[in-house]
């Protein structure tokens, strides 16, 4: 097992990315400690686990209450960043409330669980290792998600420059950057835009895929890119950025 007697630590855990993830590590043998803002839905996520699987209600922008989780883990090795939201923005007749709040979680989150993690980890002297799950937006556009990317091209960078200010610790901190993918974060006022025409036509389309595996990804598939940086056997990776997205960035 490649997470044996880990003690792992997942953000928005409850549903998506987060969720698949920490079934995952489960399988892999870890211990696994999962955090959100809906008790709801980690309970779930925890019940389908099982006792290999904590849950505790919190805020990534919630520092105080972040910092008590992490001080009641036994250990923690291995940190998933996936908390996010994601709504449209118009760049001129939304408020700038709304940027600050997608900015608030997206990037000071972040943030938060990056300082807490390394701050923990530094002081047990074991190393580890921190993924953020950030998205293909963080280098592309696409209307309405201008603070939506601008949070995630921000979070690469502070990932690596932890990796270099951290390598001493032998604390690896590195990217996962999904495409389309099946998460409740798909849908947009109701409708699931993977779902939609416009996905269809424009990046699902057989006579000229955008996507050239011609299907959106499902949690499962990025949960196994976030295990491969959090495998101990991953061992000199550490600043880099893993784009899946099913070809979607590469064509033109």
Same mark, same amino acid.
């Given at each position: 097992?490649?997470?044996? +007697?880990? =003690?792992?630590?997942?953000?928005?855990?409850?549903?998506?990315?987060?969720?698949?993830?920490? @079934? $995952?590590? /489960?399988?892999?043998?870890? $211990?696994?400690?999962? =955090?959100? $803002? @809906?008790?709801?839905?980690?309970?779930?996520?925890?019940? /389908?686990?099982?006792?290999?699987?904590?849950?505790?209600?919190?805020?990534? =922008?919630?520092?105080?209450?972040?910092?008590?989780?992490?001080?009641?883990?036994? /250990?923690?090795?291995?940190?998933?960043?996936?908390? !996010?939201?994601?709504?449209? *923005? +118009?760049?001129?007749? +939304?408020?700038p409330d709304k940027w600050? @709040?997608?900015?608030?979680?997206?990037?000071?989150?972040?943030?938060?669980?990056?300082?807490?993690? #390394?701050?923990?980890?530094?002081?047990?002297?074991? %190393?580890?290792?921190?993924?953020?799950?950030?998205?293909?937006?963080?280098?592309?556009?696409?209307? %309405?998600?201008?603070?939506?990317?601008?949070?995630?091209?921000?979070?690469?960078q502070l990932a690596r @420059?932890?990796?270099?200010?951290?390598?001493?610790?032998?604390?690896?901190?590195? *990217?996962?950057?999904? #495409?389309?993918?099946?998460?409740?974060?798909s849908y947009v006022s %109701? *409708?699931?835009?993977?779902?939609?025409?416009?996905?269809?036509?424009?990046?699902?389309?057989?006579?000229?895929? $955008?996507?050239?595996?011609?299907?959106?990804?499902?949690?499962?598939?990025?949960?196994? !890119?976030?295990?491969?940086?959090?495998?101990?056997?991953?061992?000199?990776?550490?600043?880099? *950025?893993?784009?899946? +997205?099913?070809?979607?960035?590469?064509?033109?």
């Amino acid at each position: 097992m490649m997470l044996k +007697d880990k =003690t792992c630590l997942i953000t928005g855990g409850g549903t998506g990315i987060g969720r698949a993830a920490a @079934q $995952r590590f /489960a399988e892999e043998g870890a $211990r696994v400690w999962i =955090t959100g $803002r @809906q008790q709801k839905h980690l309970s779930e996520t925890a019940a /389908a686990i099982g006792s290999a699987c904590t849950s505790r209600q919190g805020d990534v =922008t919630d520092v105080e209450t972040l910092r008590s989780i992490v001080h009641e883990m036994p /250990a923690l090795d291995v940190v998933v960043s996936n908390a !996010a939201v994601s709504f449209p *923005v +118009d760049p001129l007749a +939304d408020s700038p409330d709304k940027w600050r @709040q997608m900015m608030e979680v997206n990037l000071w989150g972040t943030v938060n669980v990056c300082r807490l993690a #390394g701050e923990r980890m530094i002081r047990q002297g074991t %190393g580890g290792r921190i993924v953020i799950v950030s998205s293909i937006l963080a280098e592309l556009a696409e209307p %309405g998600s201008a603070p939506y990317g601008m949070a995630k091209a921000a979070i690469n960078q502070l990932a690596r @420059q932890l990796a270099v200010e951290w390598a001493a610790h032998r604390i690896l901190v590195n *990217v996962v950057a999904p #495409g389309f993918v099946h998460t409740p974060m798909s849908y947009v006022s %109701g *409708v699931n835009e993977l779902e939609s025409e416009w996905c269809k036509t424009f990046f699902l389309n057989p006579r000229r895929p $955008r996507v050239p595996l011609l299907r959106p990804g499902e949690p499962n598939e990025i949960a196994e !890119a976030i295990l491969f940086f959090a495998n101990p056997r991953n061992t000199y990776c550490t600043g880099s *950025v893993l784009t899946v +997205d099913g070809g979607l960035t590469v064509t033109f």
